[in-house]
């Protein structure tokens, strides 16, 4: 479209810059996708080499697939996720379209007090959050780790989902109230529908960091029940022998589903039927 | 019964006192076009009316009913609004009948008002499509749509032209003013081109720093100005103020100066605007530069010497403060 003013010199120079990134951010992925189809000696010998007839092997799958419960962990760390980001979505919003909209005293106090939360780390509290558990009886519940993860996103969900919500043009909240709609019609009506691409965007943040994370697993829900997936896998790491085969294969599991949810937010992201809305 | 009667409202956001003692009333069927300078509080009390921002005192009755605390919806108005502010996920349909679901109205009624306002709009052949599929001038017309199904008491235009091309203002300006008659109803229009207040207005409300300045039809206002303010604000070019001996403001408006021998003013053109119709010059003079509106086509040139005079039958007295001496 723009060729003429584009050198291909810059062109290639782009593309160059974009597939090196590329390359350098999917090589573990890939290290780790290979060397879960083959043999432990394989693995050794020759880490970046591709499985071959003779290097191939499954056991590393097997192994998953027999010891613990692997399909509980997936579930375990499936709900943990879903329900976390949708807490963080609604309630992050929900602040969010307070504080853009709506003029009262300490408004801005607010604001502050909840984007104070990004800079703080929520595992500086780990102790007290452990007691907290222990007092309510929610230690080894999924139900501990949903709470944990929803307060430790709300913070940057706050903050930029308030910056989007403020473009929202005033007339079009307006008119809706004019014909009628609540202030909740109109939040979740008008207002989500606009904002949809920074929803994806907190969602895509907080993704990663919660289906990772192995420390409020560890501490707040270690049991057979509530092992997540992170946690499940430290199974196969020993303090002497590690099974590397079970290690990569469950990792590379662990993948997938993270890359379905990512899929979907992403053509969020990309979809928007925002323009038009004014002018 | 009138259409909209505000009694000493008074608006503040915080320390900043917005509308001071806003008293004016609107009769049945009239267009009142609210004009005045940025910043002076037009649009604030369009709002105030329309119930988006709460007055911080005074009674707003509209149609006989006070509607101080009633939310908008319930206010019996309907605005069109500058961005259109049209809801960009539904269809013109969509966005047209709105507020009609909202209110429970039956689907034989809603069909109905969104037929005969598509009609009067030339809407029919776009009701499926969405506001991203429209045109300016299209989205402009379903914002004035989505106002007509409702039937309101009083119909609240904020700015509604000001994202148009020239030409397209013009022919929306001649299509809001033909609504008017069609419809009967009782309409304000906030703006700040005096142009539109003109030529739609029944009466103007002149506004400067939150006060109405004053109140009237077109050509009052034109022939008749209150104060140096509104003799400014009306006519394009604008009036000429050269001081006057007594220590006030002497007001000539561009079309009441002439080129004549007789004159008492001597001046350089500085600039000339020809128009066709008309010419503009701009003289300076020892008093200031004048503007001066020639009608049909002058050979003036810059450079040129002039002598300007002008009928004292034609000139507004202000005094210090900028009121009228009549």
Redesign the interface.
């Known amino acids: 479209m723009h060729k003429a003013r584009h050198s291909p010199l810059n062109s290639i120079a782009a593309h160059g810059a974009l597939i090196l990134w590329t390359v350098i951010a999917l090589f573990p992925v890939v290290v780790i996708l290979i060397n879960s189809f083959k043999t432990r000696q394989a693995i050794f010998r020759e880490p970046l080499a591709l499985p071959t007839g003779e290097s191939f092997s499954m056991i590393g799958y097997q192994t998953v697939m027999k010891q613990g419960d692997f399909f509980l962990y997936f579930q375990n760390s499936m709900i943990v996720t879903v329900v976390s980001l949708f807490l963080i979505l609604l309630f992050g919003a929900m602040a969010a379209f307070a504080l853009s909209e709506y003029r009262f005293k300490g408004n801005t106090l607010m604001g502050l007090y909840l984007a104070l939360g990004i800079m703080i780390p929520i595992r500086i509290g780990t102790v007290a959050i452990l007691q907290m558990m222990v007092a309510t009886g929610l230690v080894n519940t999924l139900t501990a780790l949903i709470l944990v993860y929803t307060a430790q996103g709300l913070p940057l969900a706050v903050f930029i989902l308030s910056e989007f919500m403020r473009q929202v043009?005033d007339?079009?909240k307006?008119?809706?109230?004019?014909?009628?709609?609540s202030e909740y019609a109109i939040f979740f009506?008008?207002v989500l529908?606009?904002v949809r691409p920074a929803m994806a965007t907190v969602a895509v943040f907080n993704m990663i960091p919660i289906w990772n994370d192995l420390w409020f697993p560890l501490i707040l829900a270690p049991s057979e029940a509530t092992k997540t997936l992170t946690l499940g896998s430290q199974v196969f790491i020993g303090q002497f022998v590690t099974d590397w085969n079970a290690v990569l294969s469950a990792l590379s599991l662990a993948i997938l589903p993270v890359l379905v949810l990512y899929v979907i937010f992403s053509r969020q992201l990309i979809r928007g039927?925002?323009?038009?809305?004014?002018? | 019964m009138t259409a909209l009667s505000l009694e000493k409202i008074n608006k503040s956001f915080g320390d900043v006192h917005v509308l001071k003692d806003i008293n004016l009333t609107v009769e049945p069927g009239e267009f009142v076009v609210f004009v005045g300078p940025s910043g002076c509080g037009k649009s604030t009390l369009l709002?105030t009316i329309?119930?988006?921002e709460d007055a911080s005192s005074g009674t707003i009755r509209i149609g006989g009913k006070e509607v101080t605390q009633t939310?908008?919806?319930?206010r019996g108005?309907?605005?069109v609004?500058?961005?259109?502010?049209?809801?960009?996920?539904l269809d013109v349909t969509g966005n047209m009948t709105?507020?009609l679901k909202?209110?429970g109205e039956t689907k034989a009624v809603i069909d109905e008002r969104i037929g005969v306002a598509a009609k009067m709009l030339s809407l029919e052949a776009y009701l499926k499509r969405?506001?991203?599929?429209?045109s300016?001038g299209q989205r402009q017309r379903v914002a004035i749509g989505?106002a007509i199904v409702r039937k309101p008491e009083l119909f609240l235009f904020?700015e509604p032209l000001s994202?148009l091309d020239a030409a397209l203002r013009m022919a929306t300006r001649v299509e809001i003013a033909r609504l008017h008659r069609e419809l009967g109803a009782s309409m304000i229009y906030v703006t700040h081109d005096q142009t539109e207040a003109m030529t739609l207005a029944d009466r103007i409300v002149v506004l400067r720093d939150g006060r109405i300045e004053q109140v009237g039809s077109p050509m009052e206002l034109y022939n008749d100005p209150d104060n140096q303010f509104v003799a400014g604000f009306l006519g394009a070019p604008s009036m000429n103020f050269l001081p006057s001996e007594a220590g006030g403001t002497l007001g000539i408006r561009p079309e009441h100066l002439t080129i004549s021998a007789t004159g008492t003013l001597p001046g350089t053109v500085t600039h000339v605007e020809r128009l066709g119709g008309d010419t503009n010059l701009l003289v300076e003079t020892a008093q200031g530069i004048l503007t001066v509106r020639l009608f049909g086509q002058h050979p003036e040139k810059v450079g040129d010497k002039v002598v300007l005079g002008y009928d004292p039958g034609h000139v507004y007295r202000f005094d210090k403060d900028g009121k009228r001496l009549r």
Not at chain 1, 174 to 181: C, L, Y
Not at chain 2, 71 to 74: E, G, I, L, S, T
Not at chain 2, 81 to 89: D, E, G, K, W
């Open positions: 043009s007339d079009l307006n008119a809706g109230r004019i014909d009628g709609m009506k008008l529908p606009l039927i925002t323009s038009g809305a004014v002018k | 709002r329309a119930g988006l939310p908008p919806a319930k108005i309907a605005m609004f500058q961005s259109y502010a049209l809801y960009p996920h709105l507020g909202q209110a969405r506001p991203a599929e429209l300016g989505r904020d994202n």
